[in-house]
């Protein structure tokens, strides 16, 4: 498979030149270690710099036993692969930038979140930048050209006023391949039988080893049925309790095993969006999967099955958009979260983009072809309170229906292509009732 240019390139590069150490933090198989030796091959890097990786057991042996010796002898910069094997590491590479701070000097790759692991010995704070690698984005399997001046998709979906005009086309049954397919750069030449038995020959893999060694969970049997207890709930409210029921286990150990599928970037957790305004609010988070291709794997869901069940291609749209939303947020920036809206009058809001400004804008995501005016009251409820500036809802239709000029419908191949997004200092003349 030729190289994929990543959206994330241009930030890492920009980071190597005033950061003594960058960290790349992803799940396993997104394409982490082929970003960061095409980096090494660009033209001010090539010839220069070493790799180690930490799957390789002699490595990982001489990492623990004497981290001093192996990355004194290291030419710079060093990349180190999944570095969260020998967390020793750490507190070396800590010393050795302290020692000489020249910017670029290490690499690091590791599919856990590095902040959260327990065995971390010591924090880099000051010293690194860390960004993510998601699976492929939709723009990048598309091969979007990403340049400095490239339209940011969750700017735009931020800014007051923003005039969609989708560049490509994105016919319903292209999102259900998309859906069925995911991200993971190992499947996308793969047919669909291949395509499943990878994905969970992966999932077993990442069980086996990586919650065993990294975050020294024991109960392996229970996190496989965990697994695919979430892939059943996935876009759905996450209830503890009823977990805990399911894979008889107390509430508290549920909560740190999903941590840990968390901070393997198997799954994400929404947190539920409250302001002060809306008292009737629920703060309970919802659970998404990160890749949908994964999700659809663990459940036995394929084309077909999307195509004959209209709410199954809901709730996988939903996740899909949640997936697309995160990797866009990764590389945008813009500061921001993503949350949830609902409330005990079942107002519900899909996702809420809430930017750091203070700005927010709700996100409701509609497999149909069709929109209409009434599938925005919630978005509007919340813009009447002051807490959000624009209502979203992204659909499978093909053109941009604004409603209002705070309410506009958009096909989901704006989220896809950002070069498609204009931000217009205007509004639109035409509104849908």
Known sequence: MPYIARAIERYLQECLTDTPVVVITGPRQSGKTTLSQHLLALPELKGKGSYLTLDDENILSIARDDPVGLLRQQSRPVIIDEVQRAPELIRTIKWLVDEDRQPGSFILTGSADLMTLPTLADSLAGRAEFVTLYPFSQPELHQVLFSADQNDVIKQLLSPDFVPKPSMSFEYDNAISAIVRGGYPEVQQRSPERRVRWHRSYTDALVRRDIKEVFQLQKLDEMNQLLRLLAA?????????????????????????????????????????????????????KIHFVD????????????????????????MMETWVCSELLKAIAVSDE????????????????????????????IEVKAGLTVKKEMFAAQEMLIKAGCIQRGVIVYNGDRVLPFSDKLIAVPVSCLFCPTSLRGAGRKTSLYLH
């Open 292 to 315: 949908t291709g994964l999700l659809c794997a663990l459940r036995g869901i394929n084309e077909d099955s999307l195509k004959a069940d209209r709410n199954l291609m809901g709730s």
């Open 233 to 285: 709930i996935s876009s759905d409210a996450l209830n503890y309790a009823n977990l805990g029921k399911a894979v008889q286990m107390d509430i508290k150990s549920v909560q740190k095993y999903v941590s840990a599928l968390e901070n393997l970037y198997l799954v994400k957790r929404i947190p539920g969006w409250h302001r002060n305004e809306l008292k009737r609010s629920i703060k309970q988070a």
């Open 335 to 362: 500061d921001c979260q993503l949350f949830h809206y609902r409330d005990k009058s079942k107002y519900e809001v899909d996702f809420i983009l809430s930017g750091y400004n203070g700005r927010a804008t709700g």
